[in-house]
């Protein structure tokens, strides 16, 4: 299904880009405007340090002390101080200075001053998105007409044939997903990637072991499934029929796939790298269309696939068969009407929103602005971009902050070559990888051409159609081409605050709604911006070349060992020691820290920040004090509580007050500035401190 590979363009974790954060931002809700109301009221049980991203754990009487709780010590008046934006689930400085940016570039497409054809195709995507009159008159028109040729199929030939159509790749699962990126072998060409298309339960182990945010994904497919097939004419005793058939067969697809918490580690990328040829795929092709569908695709080529789950695609031929045929148009089915409910008309857009408010207890709700200007973004974002820079320019800002980046990476050259525990071999490597890191700021230097597309006279998912087939266009005619570095991918969107890393690039990208207050401005003191610029951003995004999961990648971006054997087990030993101390922290009741899911990010943070202090050693009269709150004021989160715990189970990064507590507690300077000694709840041993580099 392209269409969700695109809206969901972070969700493959092969491509490994490892971000600054990613926090979900679809689901929102306010701060409940209760701080304070009683003493400690609300503390969930957490250890060493209390969950202070979580509201209710935060009041006016909440103890800070440097010694005891650092992050809580620099946060707290700011986070009784902030509130969700409206609609949001999340409170931090990405999501102030997010809107800042995506208010002016609201502006650019309510307003529709601007001329030329990326213009008029952002005005155009938009208007369709933003007419309600049609999209109420067209109802669930649409999504009946993609969807009916499913519950019709009479024969699994009869599915397959339907699946295989145009439409159908573009809108429909399929139970893979097919997608094309550098590849991690050869990073000057590009290859295609063959994963297994997302479960209802996102997780697979949640089949087997369910978790809180499991029962909150189900009941939210369980509601919207039976309210969008009512509409089409199902009743409920049937609808449930389906869900249940749909989880049956995704019971057993679960033992056959990894999990979140197997793919976040850092090995998981030689497990699912295994090359095969369009040969062999037609080989795995027994009972399940493999081979037809990648090449309805467009995606046949003489080069490689890289197959993250080869077992899963045998198992496929095992399960589609004639006899499982309800319980595949289910799966298709169900999924297909949650997915596209967004696109049909208002009674069912508001539905949506109302169910995932109940589900994971938030208060998302978006103006048909915003919710028009994210679907553009994510549809058309280089476009959008590119009006943006257009109107608002930021060259004098990319030069200084690529001047910045230099002397960031200089501090590392450093830094590496003092290293006392690697071979000499080793680190001149890691110096030569240093050298090769390419720096893109802002925006990219060349646009891809838009001038073939056109949405006029669409149907808003017939604009979705020709959209995600000319990025489909796009992946075809690069197979078998060399790698264009001028060119961004165009999913990354330079307009969010963020920051990324690409391993197959060994490319730094800083998106310039990440060159915005409080991470960047003129009159920014040495303290801050070292805090910022040097530790938790740059200098964060240089560490992921080194860290358990980019030291496996080469100076050109390809997946090679280029390590000694000794070096290695050192390097191993080092993050194993973090894993274990990350393993002992509780953020609340039931829930410990899975170190092995989140050590690349943390030993990010880590690297960053002694970076920083190495600068800070160069100035004189440096206010260690401004220097460490700066940074922990950065890491600032109010979050609700479903989105914490999806934060904590499914992402790579750390909870936003251990990004500030476990980092802070690794260094001399923290110590020294704050008088820390042995039984402050913030002290570590010296022998249990984490240095890797
Ligand atoms: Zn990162």
């Given at each position: ?152 199929a009479d024969s699994l ?440 899911s989140v050590d690349t ?61 476990v980092v802070v507690q ?28």
């Amino acid at each position: 299904m392209f269409i969700f590979q695109i809206l969901k363009k972070f969700a493959a974790i092969i491509l490994i880009i490892c971000l600054l954060l990613d926090y979900p931002i679809a689901l929102g809700s306010f701060i409940s405007d209760t701080f304070g109301a009683g003493e400690n009221e609300g503390l969930s049980a957490g250890s060493p340090w209390i969950d202070s991203d979580l509201p209710e754990n935060v009041t006016a009487f909440s103890e800070s002390d440097p010694r005891e709780d650092y992050h809580l010590y620099a946060g707290k008046d700011i986070l009784l101080q902030k509130k969700y934006l409206e609609g949001y689930s999340i409170w931090n400085y990405y999501s102030d200075a997010s809107s800042l940016v995506s208010d002016r570039a609201m502006k650019l497409l309510a307003e529709q001053k601007q001329t030329g054809h990326n213009a008029e195709l952002l005005y155009d995507t938009y208007d369709l998105l933003i007419d309600w009159d049609t999209r109420n008159s067209n109802g669930m028109g649409e999504i009946k007409r993609l969807t009916d040729p499913v519950l019709n199929a009479d024969s699994l030939d009869e599915l397959t044939d339907y699946l295989l159509t145009e439409e159908a790749l573009v809108f429909l699962v399929n139970f893979i997903s097919l997608s094309v990126d550098i590849s991690i072998n050869d990073s000057t060409h590009y290859a295609v990637y063959l994963d297994p298309e997302d479960l209802l339960l996102d997780d697979a182990a949640e089949y087997s072991s369910r978790t809180e945010l499991g029962d909150m994904t189900a009941a939210y497919n369980e509601k919207m499934f039976v309210y969008l097939a009512g509409r089409l004419g199902i009743g409920e005793s049937e609808a449930r029929d389906m869900l249940e058939q749909a989880r049956d067969l995704e019971e057993k697809m679960s033992l056959k796939l990894s999990t979140a918490e197997e793919m976040m580690r850092d090995d998981y990328i030689e497990t699912a790298n295994n090359e095969m040829s369009f040969k062999e795929l037609e080989k795995l092709s027994v009972n399940f269309p493999l081979a037809d569908i990648v090449e309805a695709s467009g995606l046949k080529y003489d080069g490689k696939y890289i197959v993250s789950d080869q077992d899963y695609l045998e198992y496929l031929n095992e399960i589609y068969t004639d006899e499982n045929l309800e319980a595949i148009k289910s799966i298709v089915y169900i999924n297909a009407l949650i997915d596209l409910a967004a696109y049909a008309d208002r009674e069912a857009y508001d539905f949506e929103t109302d169910t995932t408010n109940e589900c994971y207890d938030s208060s998302y709700w978006y103006t048909d602005e915003e919710n028009a200007y994210y679907t553009v973004k994510e549809l058309l974002c280089e476009p959008l971009q590119e009006l943006y820079v257009e109107e608002y320019g930021v060259d004098e800002d990319r030069k200084e902050m690529e001047e910045l980046c230099l002397g960031v990476i200089e501090c590392y050259r450093e830094m590496l070559s003092e290293n006392e525990w690697a071979s000499q071999e080793t680190i001149d490597y890691a110096i030569k990888k240093l050298d090769s890191i390419r720096l893109c700021v802002a925006y990219p230097d060349k646009w891809t051409d838009y001038s073939d597309l056109s949405v006029k006279g669409c149907s808003l998912l017939e604009a979705i159609e020709k959209i995600t087939m000319f990025y489909q266009r796009m992946d075809c005619a690069r197979l078998g081409g060399e790698v264009d570095n001028e060119c961004w991918a165009a999913e990354t969107d330079v307009l969010d605050c963020n920051a990324y890393y690409s391993n197959s690039e060994n490319t730094i990208f800083i998106c310039l709604g990440m060159m915005e207050e409080p991470f960047y401005y003129k009159d920014m003191s040495t303290e801050e911006l070292y805090a910022s610029v040097a530790g938790f951003w740059v200098g964060h995004e240089i560490s992921h070349c080194f860290d358990s999961n980019g030291a496996r990648y080469d100076a050109e971006g390809n997946l090679r060992d280029w390590w000694s054997k000794e070096d290695k087990a050192e390097f191993r030993r080092r993050i194993d020691k973090l894993d274990d101390y990350l393993d002992t922290i509780v953020p609340f009741e039931g829930y410990h820290v899975n170190g092995k899911s989140v050590d690349t990010e943390m030993l990010a943070d880590i690297t960053g920040l002694q970076c920083a202090l190495r600068m800070a050693k160069k100035e004189k009269d440096f206010d260690y004090d401004e220097f460490f709150r700066k940074y922990s004021v950065l890491n600032l989160v109010i979050s609700n509580y479903s989105s914490e715990l999806e934060e904590l189970l499914q992402d790579q990064h750390p909870l936003g007050y251990l990004r500030t507590n476990v980092v802070v507690q690794q260094f001399d300077e923290y110590y020294e500035t704050y008088d820390v000694k042995e039984g402050d709840n913030m002290y570590l041993a010296p022998e249990d401190r984490i240095k890797v580099w």
